[in-house]
C-alpha cells in the first residue's frame, strides 16, 4: 500500500498534535513543569527533565519537520540559538562558505565568536552558481544560504547549489535559513539541501509574541550531535513558546499566501511611484531573479526592500502610520525599517555592509488599500520636507 501523505494545510493543522490522550484536550496542552516522576530509576513515560524533552517541545519539533519534509526537528529558544548551536557542530580549521547577504546577528555570531576559535568564514555572490564553486575549499564544511536573504531579497537557486556542494565533496551539507520563505512557499530538502533553520519569531509564529528557533533535517548523524548539543547547551524553548508557535503554524498557509498577495500589489505600487528608485521584490519581472524564484516559491513572499529617489529614508520611516518602526518581520502587522542602522548595523565596515538608503518593510495583512495609501502619504510628505 501506497503511504498517502496528507498537504501542508493539513499537517500545519496536525502533525504532532493529536488530541491529548490523557484528557482529550484537542489543543496541545503546555506542560508546564520542569520535572517529570518516575516509577523506579529510569523508569517513567519518555520524559525526565524539561531541558532534555518536553511534551509541548516535542509537538512542535514533529510539526516543524513535517513542515519541512523532515525526518527530525529540534525547537531552540531563538532563531539564533538554532544557529548557535549548529555551528557548535563546527572545529577550528573548518571552513563556512555563506552566500554574501545574511541577517546581521548571524553575520555577527560569524564575524564576532567562532573566528575567533578558529572557523573560517568567507562570503560569494550566492546568485551566480559558478562564483560559489570556486569559492568552495577542501575544508569547506558548510554552505550557508539564506533565500530570500535579508535584506537584499537576493533568491539562490537552491537545487543548482546543492549540487555543485556536494558534486564538490559529498559530506559538505548545504544549510538554509527558510525564515522568509516558510516551507510553505519554499522547501530547500526536497531541493537537495541537507538542514533547514528557521527563526519561528517571524512568519512561523507570526504575531509578534514570540521569539523561537528550530533546525530540521533528516541527516540522522547530525541529528543525534545537535540533539545532544540541544540537551547539554539548553537553548530550548518554554511550553508556552511552544504553544504560542504551534498556534501559529495552524494559519501560515493562508497568511503566506495573503503576505504575497498584499507584498505584489505594495511592490508595483512602490515600483512605478516616481520618487522610488529601485524596488527589490521576487514576485516581480524587474527582480534579477525572479525566474528562480517562480520556480522554487510559491509567491514573491512578504519582504519587500527599496531605495528612495533622493530624500531619507530616516524620514520616510518616521512618516508612516500603519507601517510601524520596528525590527522583525513576518507578523500580521506590517512593519518598516533601515537595516543598516537597525537589523543589520553589525554589517558595519564588513564587505556585507547595506547601503543606508535601503528601507525594507514586512508586509502584514491589513487591506493592501490602506497600505498602499500609507506609504502614499509618507511618501507626499518626504516631497515635501526641506532637504
Ligand atoms: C530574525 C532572523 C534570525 C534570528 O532569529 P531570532 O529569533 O531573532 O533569534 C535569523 N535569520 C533570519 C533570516 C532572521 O530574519
Avoid at 504575531?207 to 547539554?232: M, P
Avoid at 515600483?271 to 514576485?283: K, L, M, S, T, W
Wanted: glycine share 10%; with cysteine.
Amino acid at each position: 500500500m501506497s503511504a498517502r501523505r496528507d498537504h501542508l494545510e493539513t499537517l500545519a493543522i496536525h502533525a504532532g498534535q493529536p488530541p491529548d490522550p490523557a484528557t482529550g484536550a484537542v489543543m496541545t496542552p503546555i506542560y508546564q513543569t520542569s520535572t517529570f516522576v518516575q516509577r523506579g530509576v529510569g523508569d517513567h513515560l519518555g520524559y525526565e527533565y524539561a531541558r532534555t524533552g518536553n511534551p509541548t517541545r516535542a509537538a512542535l519539533e514533529t510539526c516543524l519537520a513535517a513542515l519541512e519534509g523532515a525526518a527530525h526537528g529540534l525547537a531552540f529558544a531563538s532563531g539564533m540559538a538554532a544557529i548557535d548551536t549548529l555551528l557548535k557542530l563546527l572545529d577550528p580549521g573548518d571552513h563556512v562558505l555563506a552566500g554574501n547577504d545574511v541577517y546581521g546577528g548571524t553575520f555577527r555570531l560569524f564575524d564576532k565568536q567562532y573566528r575567533k576559535y578558529g572557523v573560517e568564514f568567507s562570503f560569494a555572490e550566492l546568485t551566480d552558481p559558478a562564483a560559489v564553486r570556486a569559492a568552495l575549499r577542501p575544508n569547506t564544511r558548510w554552505l550557508w544560504l539564506e533565500t530570500p536573504t535579508n535584506p537584499r531579497l537576493k533568491v539562490a537557486d537552491l537545487a543548482a547549489l546543492a549540487q555543485a556542494a556536494h558534486a564538490h565533496h559529498p559530506a559538505l551539507k548545504v544549510v538554509v535559513d527558510n525564515t522568509f520563505a516558510t516551507p510553505y512557499l519554499q522547501q530547500p530538502l526536497a531541493l537537495g539541501c541537507d538542514v533547514v533553520v528557521h527563526s519561528t519569531t517571524k512568519y512561523l509564529g507570526g504575531h509578534s509574541d514570540v521569539v523561537g528557533g528550530a533546525v530540521l533535517t533528516s541527516d540522522a548523524a547530525l541529528y543525534e550531535r545537535l540533539k545532544v548539543l540541544q540537551n547539554a547547551a539548553g537553548a530550548v524553548p518554554g511550553p508556552l513558546d511552544c504553544f504560542l508557535v504551534l498556534r501559529g503554524i495552524k494559519t501560515l498557509p493562508v497568511r503566506m499566501e495573503r503576505h504575497g498577495a498584499n507584498a505584489l500589489l505594495v511592490a508595483q505600487f512602490l515600483a512605478d511611484h516616481p520618487q522610488v528608485r529601485e524596488v527589490i521584490y521576487p514576485g516581480l519581472d524587474s527582480h534579477p531573479q525572479h525566474a528562480v524564484a517562480q520556480r522554487q516559491m510559491r509567491n514573491g513572499g512578504g519582504m519587500i526592500s527599496f531605495y528612495l529617489n533622493g530624500g531619507s529614508a530616516y524620514d520616510l520611516v518616521k512618516h508612516t502610520r500603519l507601517f510601524a518602526l520596528a525590527e522583525s518581520l513576518g507578523g500580521v502587522e506590517s512593519l518598516i525599517e533601515v537595516p543598516a542602522a537597525m537589523t543589520h548595523g553589525s554589517t558595519h565596515g564588513s564587505p556585507l555592509e547595506v547601503d543606508a538608503g535601503l528601507i525594507r518593510v514586512s508586509v502584514g495583512l491589513e487591506h493592501p488599500d490602506d497600505l498602499v495609501a500609507d506609504l502614499a502619504q509618507a511618501l507626499a510628505r518626504l516631497a515635501h520636507a526641506p532637504r
